[in-house]
């Protein structure tokens, strides 16, 4: 009776052996786990299916490529440039790795790669009046304005290519090498094709790849 029982009820059974907390095909001691809190993404923003976290993750690895590269070429910008760049340009330079790493920090957070978003909210709090300033032109409208406004961005981008970029490359680089490391069997399961075709390429190799010539450019300051 009570193997019939178990027997009838098998089906009901089985859908609980195939939900995983990590779509990961191997776990390493020194945290990989710790880079996305997968647990807590499947809770929260997928409702206990991968499909929709998955998707997300992609499309921080391509936000990642782009908006990396992006603030990455900033930098160099301003390296290059420093105190001889026209007002205009240095508030655009400023103003591009503000919005690059403002746009990483909310995709990071959405998938909750916690360390990766708050690497990038350290870069943008850095340059936030450049935002301000472009919002609002009148915040620098007079050249009083105008030599407090620069000061204050200039500080904020030697921080920048002091430690916080280079902190916000680290955690790049540790979200992409978690990425590789993926189960892609389990992903093909799960996720729809496009999905598939982007988290299969998405690994430290591709990032290193991509952003060679900004990794190579930007040293920095201090190092």
């Known amino acids: 009776g009570?193997?019939?029982?178990?027997?009838?009820?098998?089906?009901?059974?089985?859908?609980?052996?195939?939900i995983r907390y990590?779509?990961?095909?191997?776990?390493?001691?020194?945290?990989?786990?710790?880079?996305?809190?997968?647990?807590t993404a499947l809770e929260e923003i997928g409702d206990g299916?991968?499909?929709?976290?998955?998707?997300?993750v992609s499309e921080l690895f391509s936000a990642t490529l782009e908006h990396t590269k992006a603030a990455l070429q900033g930098c160099i910008e301003y390296q290059k440039g420093g105190e001889d760049m026209e007002w205009d340009s240095f508030l655009a330079t400023a103003n591009k790795v503000h919005h690059a790493a403002h746009t990483i920090k909310g995709a990071a957070r959405q998938v909750y790669c916690v360390a990766f978003g708050n690497?990038?909210?350290?870069?943008e709090h850095a340059v936030r009046l450049a935002r301000d300033i472009v919002r609002d032109p009148e915040l620098a409208a007079t050249d009083e304005q105008r030599t407090s406004a620069r000061e204050s961005l200039t500080k904020g981008m030697n921080e920048i290519c002091g430690a916080h970029m280079q902190a916000m490359v680290d955690q790049a680089r540790a979200f992409a090498a978690v990425l590789g490391k993926l189960d892609m069997d389990f992903v093909a399961e799960e996720a729809e094709d496009e999905v598939v075709d982007g988290l299969e390429t998405a690994n430290v190799e591709r990032f290193e790849s991509e952003l060679a010539e900004e990794l190579a450019a930007f040293k920095p300051t201090g190092k």
């Open 22 to 39: 990590s779509p990961l095909s191997t776990m390493e001691p020194e945290g990989d786990d710790d880079v996305i809190d997968w647990d």
């Open 49 to 56: 299916e991968w499909e929709f976290v998955l998707d997300m």
């Open 119 to 123: 690497a990038a909210e350290a870069v």
């Open 2 to 18: 009570a193997v019939a029982n178990l027997c009838r009820f098998q089906p009901l059974l089985e859908p609980v052996s195939r």
